[in-house]
């Protein structure tokens, strides 16, 4: 990753995130025994809601981003059923032994190569063994990135928001079956223009790095002024597959 992230900033947020994360964690149908991927796990918020999910299993989160494992490690109490690893989802997973489920919310659309992405967590996933993504899909934050293109005067080249179709047709390259990739719009209205602020930085957040402190919320006003109306405007991609067997 070219920049890091304000892990504490991003922690302290509410986001939808977490209902994203229970809505991807509740297409993996766990019985509660499973070893599970949390695959750009972030602060761990949803490592932390698997672990609930497992008292017989085990959860390994992965993430490039030392500033978010910490922010993980000081959110989750050691256990013998929890394994961090700082890995980039683009190279070869070093995971020892295969996972029973892969969960991946809100990452996914910061890596240009999903196909790589999804041979490494086929490479890692036993045999039958269930995919649940949640990421920005084709759409998403359309509003945000017409006003940030504006300000930019260049169209922001962040993000990846894949559409159904060409996810479809990665994962099955990559060996996956069973597959379901659909869009949600689910954008969110904020009528108090500090919490919307602090939502555009989190969004802005690899932009905000190039920048000067001192320059960041000129910067995070100036995109907000161009939004047609305050609100973020979400569009999900929801990926449910499995591995075949
Ligand atoms: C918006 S956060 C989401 C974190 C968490 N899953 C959640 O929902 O709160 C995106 C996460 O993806 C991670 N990430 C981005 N690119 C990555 C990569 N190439 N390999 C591993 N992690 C990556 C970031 O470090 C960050 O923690």
């Known amino acids: 990753m ?32 499973e070893t599970v991927l949390d695959a750009g796990c972030g602060t761990g918020r949803d490592t932390a809601v698997l672990l609930e999910a497992l008292p017989r299993g085990r959860v390994v989160a ?17 256990s013998g059923r929890l394994t961090v690893l700082q890995s980039d989802l683009g190279d070869p997973l070093p995971v020892a032994g295969p996972v029973d489920a892969v969960l991946s919310v809100a990452a996914l659309h910061w890596i240009a190569d999903h196909r790589r992405v999804f041979d490494n967590l086929a490479a890692v996933l036993r045999p039958g063994g269930r995919l649940a993504v949640d990421c920005g ?3 998403n934050i359309a509003s945000v990135q017409a006003a940030l293109a504006a300000v930019l005067g260049e169209a922001p080249q962040v993000w990846n928001f894949a559409t159904p179709a060409e996810t479809e047709r990665r994962l099955a390259a990559a060996g996956f079956v069973d597959i379901d990739a659909r869009l949600r719009a689910e954008p969110a209205r904020f009528d108090d223009p500090a919490a919307l602020h602090d939502y555009l930085e989190v969004v802005l957040g690899a932009h905000l790095a190039r920048l000067g402190v001192d320059e960041r919320a000129a910067f995070v006003r100036a995109v907000a002024e161009r939004l047609p109306r305050p609100a973020v405007d979400y569009v999900r991609l929801e990926i449910h597959a499995r591995r075949a067997a």
């Open 137 to 139: 899909g084709h759409g």
């Open 2 to 33: 070219a920049w890091e992230w304000d892990a504490a900033a991003y922690g302290r947020l509410r986001l939808p995130h977490e209902l994203w994360g229970r809505r991807a964690i509740a297409r993996l149908a766990l019985t509660g025994t």
């Open 62 to 78: 992965v993430d490039a981003s030392a500033a978010m494992l910490d922010q993980l490690r000081a959110r989750l109490p050691d």
